[in-house]
């Protein structure tokens, strides 16, 4: 399994509609909108990280108003 945290810029507007979008995805466990420098944050898990580059590049990427995406890989370890 893998888990991934994605920032989202959007088009001025898209903000909601793209959150609709998401909600759909089965991938995505959480979604919230934000102020600042990125509008939309979500939290995704996968069963692999190829999973994670075709969720990103055919779904996430594709939705109306989306601009750009920052990915960051969780990194399990044990202490």
């Known amino acids: 399994m893998a888990k ?6 959007a ?5 909601r509609n793209i959150v609709k979008e998401l909600k759909d995805l089965p991938e995505i466990e959480a979604i919230n909108e934000l102020y600042g ?3 939309i944050i979500t939290k995704v ?8 580059d075709a969720l990103l ?5 594709k ?9 960051m890989i969780v990194a399990e370890y044990k202490y």
Do not use: Q
């Open 45 to 52: 898990s996968v069963a692999r990280i190829d999973d994670l």
């Open 37 to 39: 420098e990125w509008d």
């Open 57 to 61: 590049s055919e779904k996430i990427r």
């Open 4 to 9: 991934a945290y994605v920032l989202l810029k």
């Open 63 to 71: 939705i109306e108003g989306v601009t750009l995406t920052s990915t």
């Open 11 to 15: 088009t001025p507007g898209y903000e």
